[in-house]
């Protein structure tokens, strides 16, 4: 690590600290050759994977995308900015537990989906009719006979 004042490329570790949030890690250092101290943090640094669309280009991955889609299926419903914050974190670990550096566009389609069918049925119908571009009344009658069926199948007992 550069000292900040005379540039010197010899600095000590002279004291570290894990904040309470344990996301960074404070050191204070010294120079060996000017001997001011300067503090430092380390962070974690996550890489999402790129997101390859259906026509092959190649796409940084954004939240906020992310999050205006699923706030545009979930316009008008009675769904908390929490449980939404919830479902992009769910969704963002998925992508990094999968270790891949690209992910296909369609399974971040089919986690948004995911996390939609646990907080909101009509915003998952939403967003699926656009995401599988329904082309008729049928498909929309598909999917709300799979909500009736999974409704009326009795909860297993563990």
Known sequence: MKCPYCHNDDTQVIDTRVPEDGNTIRRRRRCANCDKRFTTYERIELIMPSIVKKNGSRTEFEPAKLRASLTLALRKRPVSAEAVDTAIQHIEEKLLSTGEREINSGYVGELVMRELKRLDKIAYIRF?????????????QNVIEEFKTNERKPLKKS
């Open 128 to 140: 699926a009719s656009v995401y599988k571009s329904f082309e008729d009344l049928a498909e929309f």
